[in-house]
């Protein structure tokens, strides 16, 4: 059995860990187990909330902290201890939502802190999401959102891709990017989350922990929103399924998330590292 130690593999979970079918394989469960008694670190990055993952969580050896809300949250899963959370500034941001629904009212909006969210919209624009995994959260007025609370992520959903377009302009002309990151988290899914923020930023939170600092860092992701966290591990892995953008700062792409991406992974890449690096290299 190989020897995984010195090793901290970080993987996204929807698209990546996740596949097309929403459930991990038996298949990359049995391979994170073998990995985990290997003496490898596994955790995951992810854009859900804490509570929309717990089932997957349950599944999965996590013997480190793990990234949610896409950067804004580094929890420890075994005692629900959060080590470091960051919140947008409340204030501001309810006024750029505020105007959001003024010119765009036909979105659903998120507004998500630790523990709940919050839906200010209307329910028949609600993500489908919601619909089907029926989670608890509040409904309420935007006007009912008290500014001293603390907001970790905003999204919106909409199945109309020219609001997402809209939104990401929207932003731009109202300079949120001076308080805040937004971005496509999926193709129906605009997010805002903290500046200082990023699941990357929160790597290299981990990294910074005494019982990490030796490891190396693998980490696998699918979307955009993984662009940072490849960028700050060691190894940067994308799923064949990825994105263009995120394929281009890979250092190696592996299999879709629908052909076992972490099995794949922890079998035929780690093991290989070196050589797959050089003939990337040769081929570039």
Same mark, same amino acid.
């Given at each position: 059995?190989?020897?995984?130690?010195?090793?901290?593999?970080?993987?996204?979970?929807?698209?990546?860990?996740?596949?097309?079918?929403?459930?991990?394989?038996?298949?990359?469960?049995?391979?994170?187990?073998?990995?985990?008694?290997?003496?490898?670190?596994?955790?995951?990055?992810?854009?859900?909330?804490?509570?929309?993952?717990?089932?997957?969580?349950?599944?999965?050896?996590?013997?480190?902290?793990?990234?949610?809300?896409?950067?804004?949250?580094?929890?420890?899963?075994?005692?629900?201890?959060?080590?470091?959370?960051?919140?947008?500034?409340?204030?501001?941001?309810?006024?750029?939502?505020?105007?959001?629904?003024?010119?765009?009212?036909?979105?659903?909006?998120?507004?998500?802190?630790?523990?709940?969210?919050?839906?200010?919209?209307?329910?028949?624009?609600?993500?489908?999401?919601?619909?089907?995994?029926?989670?608890?959260?509040?409904?309420?007025?935007?006007?009912?959102?008290?500014?001293?609370?603390?907001?970790?992520?905003?999204?919106?959903?909409?199945?109309?891709?020219?609001?997402?377009?809209?939104?990401?302009?929207?932003?731009? &002309? +109202?300079?949120?990017? !001076? #308080?805040?990151?937004?971005?496509?988290?999926?193709? *129906?899914?605009? =997010?805002?989350?903290?500046?200082?923020?990023?699941?990357?930023?929160?790597?290299?939170?981990?990294?910074?922990? &005494? +019982?990490?600092?030796? !490891? #190396?860092?693998?980490?696998?992701?699918?979307?955009? *929103?993984?662009? =940072?966290?490849?960028?700050?591990?060691?190894?940067?892995?994308?799923?064949?399924?990825?994105?263009?953008?995120?394929?281009?700062?890979?250092?190696? #792409?592996?299999?879709?998330?629908?052909?076992?991406?972490?099995?794949?992974?922890?079998?035929?890449?780690?093991?290989?590292?070196?050589?797959?690096?050089?003939?990337?290299?040769?081929?570039?």
């Amino acid at each position: 059995m190989t020897d995984f130690s010195n090793i901290f593999l970080i993987s996204d979970m929807d698209g990546t860990l996740i596949d097309s079918k929403s459930q991990i394989s038996p298949i990359n469960k049995y391979a994170l187990t073998e990995f985990t008694k290997a003496g490898g670190t596994f955790a995951v990055a992810t854009g859900r909330t804490l509570n929309s993952c717990k089932d997957f969580i349950a599944e999965l050896p996590i013997n480190a902290p793990s990234i949610f809300y896409n950067g804004t949250i580094l929890e420890n899963t075994h005692n629900n201890v959060a080590i470091k959370v960051i919140s947008l500034q409340t204030k501001l941001i309810l006024s750029f939502l505020k105007q959001c629904l003024i010119y765009c009212p036909q979105v659903c909006i998120q507004l998500h802190t630790k523990d709940t969210f919050y839906i200010v919209t209307n329910e028949k624009y609600d993500d489908p999401i919601i619909i089907r995994e029926r989670p608890s959260f509040i409904r309420c007025s935007l006007d009912d959102i008290k500014e001293d609370l603390d907001i970790l992520k905003v999204q919106f959903y909409t199945p109309n891709l020219n609001t997402i377009s809209w939104l990401h302009n929207f932003a731009k &002309s +109202m300079e949120i990017n !001076k #308080i805040a990151k937004y971005f496509t988290s999926w193709a *129906n899914y605009f =997010e805002v989350i903290p500046k200082n923020a990023s699941k990357g930023i929160m790597l290299e939170n981990l990294r910074q922990m &005494s +019982m990490y600092k030796d !490891k #190396i860092f693998i980490a696998v992701g699918d979307f955009d *929103n993984d662009i =940072e966290m490849l960028l700050f591990a060691d190894y940067g892995i994308a799923a064949l399924n990825a994105t263009q953008n995120l394929k281009q700062v890979a250092d190696i #792409i592996g299999v879709s998330c629908d052909d076992h991406l972490l099995s794949h992974v922890i079998n035929n890449i780690i093991p290989h590292l070196d050589e797959l690096l050089m003939a990337n290299l040769q081929t570039a």
